[in-house]
């Protein structure tokens, strides 16, 4: 199972930006996805994740300017990022929770991060 995640860039303050998150493999199923952000000399933390049945929850520092949906293909997660502050700047990282051929269980696969940087 591979995660290939796309759509960062520099973007000025309240500008937006749509991540994209997609998984590739033998894929049976696929449980919670998820957006976690690391700033430099910080720790990774959590931004927004949305179940199978599409239930979200999202970091305080994000509600309501960010929103998390999974695409209609079942295995790609989206992150629009709207009224984006300078302290939003990391490395965005996705991951899925998934159940793969041959497994029993699910496992969490991350993807390679994306950077934003919000800066004017």
Known sequence: VQLQASGGGLVQ???SLRLSCAASGSIISINRM????????KQRELVA???SG???????SVKGRF???RGSAKNTVYLQMNS??????????????VLGTG????????????QVTVSS
């Open 103 to 114: 497994s029993w269980t699910y496992t969490d696969y991350w993807g390679q991060g994306t």
């Open 13 to 15: 303050p309240g500008g």
């Open 54 to 60: 599409g239930s979200t929850n999202y970091a305080d």
């Open 34 to 41: 998820g957006w976690y952000r690391q700033a430099p000399g």
């Open 67 to 69: 929103t998390i949906s």
């Open 49 to 51: 994740t949305i179940s």
């Open 84 to 97: 984006l502050k300078p302290e939003d700047t990391a490395v965005y990282y996705c991951k899925f929770n």
